[in-house]
């Protein structure tokens, strides 16, 4: 069986938890934070997820854990059989990780610390994300699926990618990224109402005030009153 390592309240997480709940691959969840030394032994930057194969065999990177789930259980598959569909596919989830995942994120030590991000940075981070709009713009379709009429695992990649977003990016910059890109919001409504984006949701939010603890003791040993 598969264990899955780390927490709800990580969108990286729950998009492999997603896609084992899709595929409906038995799991086990092992709760395990960053920070902690023992992830170091299955994460080898000591970030989660990661997944334990029932070979024993460690795996992080949520794209690379998604790949190695696509090919061992090819079953409810989320990768098109066609080679330049599935590169579509790919790129979508890469354009969505590099220019609004990572830009977004730069936002959140702001956040979570209630301090206000640099102009500066809030300027690099608006061009970041004006670049992924225009790329996302022209590559998703939204027919009705992000990549067209096969639901992928773009879709659930790049839904998790937009919870990032709206948290950090849209709040902080007091921009609506997600409108920006036609029909987006409305694709990204309709997933969250699926069951598994529900379930997962409702685990997330379970998780969070034991996660916000762990982030204000952080905040406490780097920043001593
Ligand atoms: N590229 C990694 C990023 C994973 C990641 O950033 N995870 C966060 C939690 S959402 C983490 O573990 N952060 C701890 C750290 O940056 O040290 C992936 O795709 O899995």
Redesign the pocket.
């Known amino acids: 069986m598969i264990t899955l390592h780390g927490f709800a309240a990580?969108?990286?997480?729950n998009l492999v938890k997603h896609v084992l709940l899709y595929k409906e691959l038995s799991f086990k969840e092992h709760l395990i934070y960053?920070?902690n030394d023992d992830l170091l032994a299955i994460s080898p930057v000591?970030?989660?997820?990661a997944i334990t194969t029932s070979e024993g065999l460690n795996i992080?990177?949520?794209?690379v854990i998604c790949d190695f789930i696509e090919e061992t259980y090819p079953e409810n598959a989320l990768y098109p059989e066609n080679a330049g569909e599935r590169a579509v596919v790919r790129q979508i989830m890469k354009v969505a990780e590099l220019y609004f995942e990572l830009p977004s994120r730069r936002l959140i030590p702001y956040v979570f610390s209630g301090t206000e991000a640099p102009e500066s940075l809030k300027v690099e981070v608006r061009q970041v994300l004006s670049r992924g709009v225009i790329a996302l713009s022209r590559l998703c379709k939204f027919s009705p699926c992000i990549a067209g009429e096969q639901f992928t695992m773009a879709d659930i990649y790049v839904y998790y990618v937009n919870t990032i977003v709206s948290a950090f990016g849209s709040s902080q910059l007091d921009w609506d990224v997600l409108a920006q890109v036609p029909k987006m919001k409305e694709w990204n409504d309709s997933m969250s109402r699926s069951a598994i984006a529900q379930k997962v949701e409702a685990d997330r939010q379970a998780n969070i005030p034991e996660f916000m603890q762990k982030i204000k003791t952080q905040i406490q040993a780097v920043n001593p009153k």
């Open positions: 990580s969108n990286y997480y960053s920070g000591g970030k989660v997820p992080s990177e949520s794209s």
